[in-house]
């Protein structure tokens, strides 16, 4: 399996960016995949969640500017960002995990459901 994100980049406060994540290797159809996010210093925080009958989740501090979404076609995960604020500064990442039969959605922040991961996309939003 490889995750592979791309779409990070520099912005300034109010912008907008788009994280595309392309995963490949799978081969079951019943995926969770997530984004994550992890500022200097700090710990891996979830961000967004899209399971595999299109669900989502958000953290509190991004409802209402991010918007999470998947190309099963393409096998590609998106994160699409608006009004970004310098405290959205991070590295971004993708994880991914087969889904298993009564998976407890509120277990989704933990780093440790995910069995797969990208390498991360730097984001940037100055004041």
């Known amino acids: 399996v490889q995750l592979v994100e791309s779409g990070g980049g520099s912005v300034q406060a109010g912008g907008s960016l788009r994280l595309s994540c392309a995963a490949s290797g799978y081969t079951d159809s019943r995926l969770c995949m997530a984004w994550f996010r992890q500022a200097a210093g700090k710990e891996r925080e979830g961000v967004a969640i899209?399971?595999?009958?299109?669900?989502?989740a958000y953290a509190e501090s991004v409802k209402g500017r991010f918007t999470i979404s998947k190309d099963n076609a393409n096998n590609t995960l998106y994160l699409q960002m608006n009004s970004l604020k310098p405290e959205d500064t991070a590295v971004y990442y993708c994880?991914?995990?087969?889904?298993?039969?009564?998976?407890?959605?509120?277990?989704?922040?933990?780093?440790?459901?995910?069995?797969?991961w990208g390498q991360g996309t730097q984001v940037t939003v100055s004041s």
């Open positions: 899209i399971e595999s009958e299109g669900r989502t």
């Open positions: 994880a991914g995990a087969v889904q298993a039969y009564g998976w407890a959605m509120d277990k989704w922040v933990e780093t440790t459901e995910y069995t797969d």
